[in-house]
Nanobody, 125 residues
Framework: LSSAAGVGGGLVQAGGSLRLSCEASGFIFTDYAIGWFRQAPGKVREGVTS????????YYANSVKGRFTISSDNAKNTVYLQVNSLKPEDTAVYYCGALRRRYRLVLPINRVDYWGKGTLVTVSS
């Protein structure tokens, strides 16, 4: 079995911060990039950031650049997403996903091999 569990969502006021975490198991962590995706109500799921667990290289979508920070602790097979300066439009269910490294700059959802459980982030204005 393989899994990547995401935790750490919640309700926060605009301008606030949260830290999400994603612990992977059942596959070789450093064979994959880990991405964070989000799905807002009525919208398609989109990738917002990724990290190559083999070398720490990161990618951020323009919508989150400068506000979100992704990091990994390979000893714990865990990826973190620090989200700062939250905006109401960041409200979404956030998912982590493991995908092959060649997809980490595009983050196609149909190329995610393992999905974590979603965690709801709600930002109030």
């Amino acid at each position: 079995l393989s899994s990547a569990a995401g935790v750490g969502g919640g309700l926060v006021q605009a301008g606030g911060s949260l830290r999400l975490s994603c612990e992977a198991s059942g596959f070789i962590f450093t064979d994959y990039a880990i991405g964070w995706f989000r799905q807002a109500p009525g919208k398609v799921r989109e990738g917002v950031t990724s990290i190559d667990t083999s070398d720490g290289s990161t990618y951020y979508a323009n919508s989150v650049k400068g506000r979100f920070t992704i990091s990994s602790d390979n000893a714990k097979n865990t990826v973190y997403l620090q989200v700062n300066s939250l905006k109401p439009e960041d409200t979404a269910v956030y998912y982590c996903g493991a995908l092959r490294r060649r997809y980490r700059l595009v983050l196609p959802i149909n190329r995610v091999d393992y999905w974590g459980k979603g965690t709801l982030v709600t930002v109030s204005s």
